[in-house]
């Protein structure tokens, strides 16, 4: 039998409406939040995208609940090629970047720091789209702030082929560039 939680997944739509109720049931319990996390890591589910779409939702409310799961969001991160549930997991990765970066904050291993900077820096010299792009550059500049190295590396990617992005790329390199100097 399948749970609630499971139905609601699997009824669920993109809309916002739909995402919230889903990742409030998910944020009222262990056992929710549990579920959506194995069913949105599960890139091979049926439902994996619905799951991260709301997953993304309670990672903007309440990334703390996360915490016990970034070992496996480090470990699922790398492995995702749907580009529907890239944007929420490349969002959840710039959330933890600037909670890490935060003095109360959510504080990352060293390990998982890198895994993460791996992951975002090859979101952004493969052919994703924009939003993930996006995402991927907001968590790298707040990681360059530990991690210099990651400026030198940023801004070449960011320059290269800048003519050829759409004009919501431009816009976020243009302001993480602007930035870098």
């Given amino acids: 039998m399948k749970s609630k939680l499971y139905q609601k997944i699997e009824a669920g739509t993109a809309h916002v409406k739909s995402r919230v109720t889903i990742s409030n049931l998910a944020m009222k319990s262990d056992e929710n939040l549990q579920e959506l996390i194995e069913i949105a890591f599960d890139i091979h589910h049926e439902l994996h995208v619905k799951a991260f779409w709301s997953l993304d939702l309670v990672g903007e409310k309440k ?22 549930s890239l944007r929420p997991a490349t969002r959840i990765a710039m959330f933890l970047a600037k909670s890490n970066h935060r003095k109360n904050g959510i504080k990352l291993s060293q ?11 090859d979101r952004l010299i493969q ?19 530990k991690y210099n190295w990651i400026y030198e590396e940023l801004k070449p990617i960011l320059s290269q082929d800048y003519s050829n992005h759409s004009a919501g ?4 390199a243009k302001n993480i560039l602007k930035r870098l100097k």
């Fill in 63 to 84: 990334l703390k609940l996360l915490v016990p799961y970034l070992d496996a969001f480090c470990e699922v991160l790398p492995k995702i090629k749907n580009d529907s």
């Fill in 111 to 121: 390990e998982q720091e890198h895994i993460l900077i791996e992951a975002l820096i």
């Fill in 127 to 145: 052919d994703e789209k924009v939003a993930a792009k996006a995402y991927a550059m907001k968590a790298l500049f707040v990681f360059g702030k």
């Fill in 169 to 172: 790329y431009k816009a976020a």
